[in-house]
Structures are given as C-alpha cells and as structure tokens.
C-alpha cells in the first residue's frame, strides 16, 4: 500500500466518533541527524564527553520578570508539566 493511500486510510478513522487521533507509524525510524553522510555519523564506540557544570551561567533564576523565588514561595514547583522531546526519532512503544 502507498503512503497516500496509507494517509487516507489514517483521515477517515479520525472522522469517527470514537478515535481521537490516527497517525501513522514509520516502519523504520528516520536516522538521526547526520546519519546520512558517513563522515558526520557520531562514533558510537566512544562514550560522549561530559557535560560542562553550566550552573553559574542559569542566571534567570534571580532574573526580574521571573519572579521564581516568589512562584516557590507560592508551592508552585511545575507540578502537572508534562515535556517531551522528540529530536529524531520516537518509540511508539514506550509509554512514559
């Protein structure tokens, strides 16, 4: 089947009353970036380097319009935010 058939297919499912959404899943990931050109692929054999203490530079935590002494003071610690971050691939599987 062809992915425009496949799309179609995923268009109609959604105008059902009982699916809130329909997507469809890559049967293999897209390579991250740089993957494609053979000189940019990272050396998976080496682990990273480590991360830099960045900590004195996160000056907005006594930034003006932040106020974020005040929000803590408050209980307010992000309760209930829910991030994701999804740079090039995403695992359909994993539930989190």
Same mark, same amino acid.
């Given at each position: 089947?062809?992915?425009?058939?496949?799309?179609?297919?995923?268009?109609?499912?959604?105008?059902? /009353?009982?699916?809130?959404? !329909? !997507?469809?899943?890559?049967?293999?990931?897209?390579?991250?970036? &740089?993957?494609? %050109?053979?000189?940019?692929?990272? %050396?998976?054999?080496?682990?990273?380097?480590?991360?830099? /203490?960045?900590?004195?530079?996160?000056?907005?935590?006594?930034?003006?319009?932040?106020?974020?002494?005040?929000? =803590?003071?408050? &209980?307010?610690?992000?309760?209930?935010?829910?991030?994701? /971050?999804?740079? =090039? &691939?995403?695992?359909?599987?994993?539930?989190?």
């Amino acid at each position: 089947m062809k992915g425009e058939e496949l799309l179609e297919i995923a268009n109609e499912l959604e105008k059902l /009353d009982f699916v809130e959404y !329909a !997507a469809l899943e890559p049967v293999e990931p897209p390579p991250p970036p &740089g993957y494609s %050109n053979e000189a940019s692929r990272p %050396n998976l054999i080496l682990p990273p380097p480590a991360t830099p /203490d960045f900590s004195n530079n996160q000056t907005y935590k006594n930034s003006s319009f932040l106020n974020i002494e005040y929000a =803590w003071s408050l &209980g307010i610690k992000g309760q209930g935010i829910r991030i994701a /971050d999804i740079e =090039w &691939g995403f695992d359909y599987l994993k539930s989190g």
